[in-house]
């Protein structure tokens, strides 16, 4: 692994992703499957303690800092009674402009987080695990401009046992990406 991913990973001990699937959501892994090779082995999965996914916990509990780890939230918003859905993945020390950049993204009236029981359905992923590798085709996955020029950035692996180290770069390059400036604030 890369020093880049040692410095996101805090004391996390790092594998391949590919070689856990144990670690990983199925979604999650069907995902990284579909990459290059070489962007697929740019990725890791560390095991962590499931009551310390949540980002504050983990960072503190694992030396991670704040500003390598990314959260992804599952949005939601309709236009003439069509529900429409995206993932926004934006750098923990922000909040996702959800009814700025995202509302005008997705084209539609309102947009809010969606439903965690929703999210959790439609994603095959545990709340709080949530992350932009594997979410359903046809979504967008906005992804602020500062994720894609991190080094290296800390993400949910689908579950809440584990977190991916990836670098920020490979975000950018997940089906349905789009980077945004302005998307995290």
Do not use: H
């Not at 926004?88 to 029981?117: E, H, I, Q, W, Y």
């Not at 401009?145 to 046992?161: E, K, L, N, T, Y």
């Amino acid at each position: 692994m890369t020093a880049d991913l040692a410095s996101a990973a805090g004391t996390l001990e790092l594998a391949p992703a590919l070689s856990r699937p144990d670690l990983l959501a199925e979604p999650v892994t069907a995902a990284l499957k579909a990459l290059p090779d070489d962007v697929a082995a740019s990725c890791a999965v560390a095991a962590i303690d499931p009551d310390l996914a949540d980002t504050a916990a983990f960072c503190e509990a694992y030396g991670s800092p704040l500003e390598a780890s990314a959260n992804c939230v599952v949005v939601a918003g309709s236009r003439s009674g069509e529900q429409r859905f995206g993932a926004c993945v934006v750098l923990a020390t922000t909040r996702a402009d959800v009814n700025g950049v995202v509302r005008k993204r997705l084209d539609v009236r309102k947009a809010s987080f969606a439903p965690m029981d929703t999210a959790v359905e439609l994603t095959g992923m545990a709340y709080g695990g949530i992350t932009p590798f594997g979410v359903p085709a046809g979504w967008p996955v906005l992804v602020d401009a500062a994720v894609v020029a991190a080094p290296a950035v800390v993400v949910g692996s689908g579950i809440r046992g584990s977190k991916l180290v990836v670098p920020g770069s490979v975000l950018g390059q997940l089906p349905g990406a789009e980077s945004l400036e302005g998307l995290g604030r």
